[in-house]
């Protein structure tokens, strides 16, 4: 069996957003949820799996009805398991994604997004309904999404007093003065957009972060190691010295570090060349 790969899901390319996962998690399951976390059982994630690869999930071992972290922990084993027998190497935060926290579970969902539409181009044909029937729970966990509440066309709206009325006049004037900071702030209409965007922009900030601290380290770990006595006054070391501690002012750094290469290439016996410096890119 072949080895399925952790894909990656940097934001800066293959994220997708809040409201495209919801759309897909209770297209394919057949629910309602209303937030990405609501997912964080872990009986959801199985659920899919099993979307994918029938009858590799063990439905009946699926609690969608768990509430502790124990219980979701249990639904986790069960995902792991799965994981395992595909040979996929992505890792579970499950100690994140029981807290119920949104960037997690969003960020793993979208691992799932990606991982379900390689497997054929996604669900053809599934039955989520007919499958959650074995699972504890799984009959219930449509009827927990209550239906969105709206007002009946026909009701009347209820009747003024005339106090209330003359009451409305007097404070007319504030009200118009207050309309202008009030239209320029977002309407509640647009709270899932922004939410969206706000969510992703965080997860961006996220991936930047870690990208940073990343190459921190390896810079740290080539100074650990040009600190070391043996190599310290070597031409090689030197200018790599140089170069890392050059300021923004330095323009000619590596000129200068050539430079000292070229004078001690002459008793090493040696021909250095440093690449021209990449100023944009990444290093992927």
Known sequence: MRRVKAFSTSPLGLLRGRVEILQWINSTLQLSLSKVEEACSGAFHCQLMDSV?????????VNFDAKSEYEMIQNYKVLQDVFNKLKITK?????????G???D???FMQWMKKYCD???GGVQSY??????EASKGGKEIGKKCPPAVSRPVGAAPKPHSSHGSRKKDALSGSNTAQTTKVSSRPSSREGPAYDEHITELKLSVDSLEKERDYCFSKLRDIENLCQFPDIQKSPIVEAITMILYATDNDSPIVEQAEALLTRGKLSDGLNFTIAPTVTSGSRY
């Open 53 to 61: 690869h029938p009858g590799m999930v063990p439905m009946h071992k």
């Open 91 to 99: 890792h579970i935060e499950v100690s994140k994604l029981v807290k």
């Open 101 to 103: 926290r949104p960037l």
């Open 105 to 107: 579970n969003l960020e």
């Open 118 to 120: 390689s497997i054929n």
């Open 127 to 132: 039955n989520a309904l007919d499958r959650r």
